[in-house]
């Protein structure tokens, strides 16, 4: 008898991709149903603000309606649909939740674990798509590409960004430090590489990789990281302890003149302590994917400062990351129905 298997996606992470694979991967053994939710179109929502969805962030779509969906579905395919107490109690066929994320934060983790329930994520689904647009965010910030778009747009001709005191710097000529050594971070790192800049990596709990410590690269303290970048880019996870991390004494130890570059989290950062040092500090830009609260006020300070670039948290958007988590998701189905191990077990 085939099992059946839902799957919740949205306008980036197409259903119908996903459906595509899981049947690739399982064939007969499955019949699938799809549901299609309306995010980026509509924001995502978070638990505080719902009664029974405690402790759930950046999930998207009414409890009730899909616990319906699910029905007496034995795995769940999902990006953003949530998974409260409350809707497992509801759902006792429910064997599999597979996230197509990172971090599966619109899980309630201990009453999956309380009612047998396996969830599985996607790590890496976007380490690609990120780094890449880490490095094209560390350019248009250090060959002036920013400043000499907007002057353009505003009809003015920056002749002066020729002059050797405004120009920018070639990335062989800087030391960039990289904060996390991650999927992304290390994909950041053998970017880099090509670039021949001085790298320093800050990451206590992992090693470098042999071709890069061969390379020259150096693990180095988050102070020392801090002290010698032109470059500081951000991949660490947020955590109790990198909450915050980049503080007002964090951007005082940076050089005069260097770039800060967040394509991670922004609870990673105090953009108040940010704010202070692009403006009365020695910092010299900012290049910001992500914030403290999305979407940003229309108001917000930063977004009126002349030597900030700030993108609507789409580092991590690719057709690659849709189609490379939904190869993952699909795998981590085929392997459960199959009485094999998962791959990536949160």
């Known amino acids: 008898m085939a099992s059946e298997i839902a799957i919740i996606g949205d306008h980036f992470m197409l259903p119908e991709v996903f459906e595509e694979r899981v049947l690739d991967a399982c064939g007969e053994k499955v019949v699938t149903r799809t549901r299609k939710d309306d995010w980026p179109d509509v924001p995502m929502e978070h638990g505080y603000a719902s009664p029974g969805m405690d402790g759930l962030k950046e999930y998207l779509g009414a409890a009730d309606d899909i616990v319906e969906f699910i029905g007496s579905a034995k795995a769940l395919v999902t990006h953003l649909a949530p998974m409260s107490r409350g809707m497992l109690e509801r759902l006792p066929e429910l064997e599999l939740v597979a996230v197509s994320r990172g971090g599966p934060v619109n899980i309630d983790m201990e009453a999956t674990r309380d009612h047998g329930v396996l969830v599985v994520n996607t790590p890496g689904r976007n380490a690609t798509a990120v780094a ?3 490095i094209g965010a560390i350019l248009a910030e250090t060959r002036k590409i920013r400043e000499g778009h907007e002057a353009l747009r505003a009809g003015t001709w920056r002749g002066d960004l020729y002059r050797a005191d405004v120009t920018g710097r070639e990335l062989s000529e800087m030391t960039v430090g990289v904060i996390g050594y991650g999927n992304i971070g290390a994909n950041v790192v053998r970017l880099l590489r090509a670039f021949g800049c001085r790298i320093l990596v800050n990451d206590p709990y992992v090693q470098l ?4 410590a061969a390379a020259g690269i150096e693990l ?5 990281l801090l002290a010698e970048s032109d470059v500081v880019t951000l991949h660490a996870r947020v955590t109790d302890e990198t ?8 951007f005082a130890r940076m050089k005069d003149g260097a770039l800060f570059v967040n394509t991670a989290r922004g609870p990673l950062c105090d953009y108040d302590s940010l704010y202070k040092a692009l403006t009365e500090g020695g910092l010299g830009s900012a290049m910001l994917d992500t914030f403290g609260v999305e979407p940003v006020a229309s108001d917000w300070p930063l977004l009126r400062l002349p030597n900030v670039t700030l993108t609507p948290h789409v580092a991590g958007a690719s057709l690659r ?3 490379r988590a939904a190869e993952q998701a699909a795998e981590e189905v085929r392997r459960y129905l199959a009485g094999e191990p998962p791959c990536n077990p949160c």
Do not use: I
């Not at 990789?209 to 890069?212: N, Y």
């Not at 909450?243 to 964090?250: R, W």
């Open 132 to 134: 890449e647009f880490t």
């Open 209 to 212: 990789d042999p071709k890069d």
């Open 220 to 224: 180095a303290s988050f102070h020392r």
């Open 243 to 250: 909450c915050g991390m980049m503080n007002a004494e964090a």
């Open 321 to 323: 990351t849709l189609t």
